[in-house]
């Protein structure tokens, strides 16, 4: 069974950092075959697309996020990061990792002005 797991959410006041893990477990020697992203949901909001990156390791991001955010992939750990720096209050929101069809639960992120 795959799971998703997100660690690394917390506070952090605007202008700061947040590093971002989603550990994939159940997914065999088959992770580095996917692409995989975040996405994140504020509050009131439809979840949103943030973060893409490709098995080889191309990356795509959100206009919203491109410059600040940094998307990477560790394939022997079966984890991917998101290096989250300059935040702004906008950014806060719960961040989901995906692969293929399965989700993590979130983690939050708050960013105080």
């Known amino acids: 069974q795959v799971q998703l797991v997100e660690s690394g959410g917390g506070l952090v006041q605007a202008g700061g950092s947040l590093r971002l893990s989603c550990a994939a477990s159940?997914?065999?020697?088959?992770?580095?075959?996917?692409?995989v992203g975040w996405y994140r949901q504020a509050p009131g909001k439809q979840r949103e697309y943030v973060a893409l990156?490709?098995?080889?390791?191309?990356?795509m991001y959100a206009e919203s996020v491109k410059g600040r955010f940094t998307i990477s992939r560790d394939d022997a750990k079966n984890t991917m990061y998101l290096q989250m720096n300059s935040q702004k209050p906008k950014d806060k929101a719960v961040y989901y990792c995906?692969?293929?069809?399965?989700w993590g639960q979130g983690t939050q992120v708050t960013v105080s002005s």
């Open positions: 990156i490709r098995s080889g390791g191309t990356t």
């Open positions: 995906s692969r293929a069809r399965y």
């Open positions: 159940g997914v065999g020697n088959t992770f580095s075959m996917y692409a």
